[in-house]
């Protein structure tokens, strides 16, 4: 059975640190890239960063460029998303996705349930 899982959301104040984890199973994990999308209330989903686990390629939206990073443990099969400098508008429920594209805007082939973040004024 095919799943990612994630975990590691929470309430946080502005300016604190969370670090998000998705753990795959079910599928090669080196064959994937990895996304990590968020969606707040009344909002397009956004796609905030990627991997590519084969040769380590990312890619970082704009939006939070210099304070969240990627990466990407093949050997755990997982992936993370440190994230660092938090804003109260960074609030969002976090996807992870895999799937055989590259970028943001790609569809991808699974999801995860989503975790909830929470950045407190």
């Known amino acids: 059975e095919v799943q990612l899982v994630e975990s590691g959301g929470d309430l946080v104040q502005a300016g604190g640190s969370l670090r998000l984890s998705c753990a795959a199973s079910?599928?090669?994990?080196?064959?994937?890239?990895y996304g990590w999308f968020r969606q707040a209330p009344g909002k397009e989903r956004e796609g905030v960063s990627c991997?590519?686990?084969?040769?380590?390629?990312?890619y970082v939206a704009d939006s939070v460029k210099g304070r969240f990073t990627i990466s990407a443990d093949n050997a755990k099969e997982q992936v993370y998303l440190q994230m660092n400098s938090l804003k109260p508008e960074d609030t969002a429920v976090y996807y992870c996705?895999?799937?055989?594209?590259?970028?943001?805007?790609?569809?991808?082939?699974?999801w995860g349930q989503g975790t909830q973040v929470t950045v407190s004024s």
């Open positions: 079910g599928f090669t994990f080196d064959d994937y890239t």
């Open positions: 991997i590519r686990t084969s040769d380590g390629k990312t």
């Open positions: 996705a895999a799937g055989t594209g590259w970028g943001p805007d790609d569809d991808y082939d699974y």
